[in-house]
């Protein structure tokens, strides 16, 4: 946000973001550092839960519900300390790219929908940490505990600590939901450039795009496909294997194109033309 402004960028005329209340690069620091000591607190309190005398999964499951509630509540005041209209302004838009098809799609949805492509990981996790402590943890007896069949309880510098063998659990083994986790923002791109489609008939840049994203699906589908049957025969390749490995060049392929001609525009004899042509105004 320093950066778009020193250069110029009105970044709040562009994300429509409310002019007489929105948050600054120096608010936006302050709420990051807030949530590293909250996560700091919570990796210390793992790593001494046999010191303090609490379950040693607790501390994880706080920081989620402590962070949730912080995104859900309804306090406003003080405006200084909870943002309401930020959080909300972000939960709004989180809903309309979710909702895509149902509604005609902004400059900020498409730019937070390729900001969820960068987090494919962070969906994946969400999926692990759901799974796990629905299904990988012991309540039964008022003490957070991992399941013994999935885990074993190893020596590390601070004493003993419960260790999950990601190989066994059925949370990381789920390569169905996984799968279907993964694609979720590629989905949700693909979606909206079908949507701008729908609005403005032009079959480019919003159908070219829309098949860029498609590649994903190709992608997630061979290699869960080639997961499942290495599962199968683990002593033989699977056909699937070679498929993935191609619809997954096809796919850096168009990705990296896109990238380079149209998101960058290099290697495009217009766009010196372009620059020049600005730099004269």
Known sequence: MAGWAGAGVNHVLIF????RNHLSYQ??????SFMIMLWSFAVLAYLYAHMLGIPPFAPPLALMVVCVVLLLNPIAK?????HRNSRFWLLKHCYKCFTSPFHFVTFTDFWLGDQMNSLTTAFLDFQYFVCFYSTEVDY????????GINSSTGSVPWGKCGIVNPEKTQCASAAGLRSLMSVIPAMIRFLQ???RYRDTKRVHPHLVNAGKYSTTFFVVACGALNKYYEAESPNS?????????????MSFTY????????????IDPRHRKKRDSYEKR
């Open 193 to 195: 450039c079908l949507r």
């Open 237 to 249: 390749t699977s056909i699937f294997f070679y498929i993935w490995i191609l619809s997954y060049i």
């Open 78 to 82: 003080p405006d200084s300390l909870f």
């Open 140 to 147: 039964s007896d008022g003490w957070i505990k991992v399941n």
């Open 16 to 19: 429509e973001v409310d002019p």
């Open 27 to 32: 608010t936006l620091m302050q709420i990051a």
């Open 255 to 266: 990705t990296f194109l896109w990238d380079i001609f149209m998101d960058w525009g290099l």
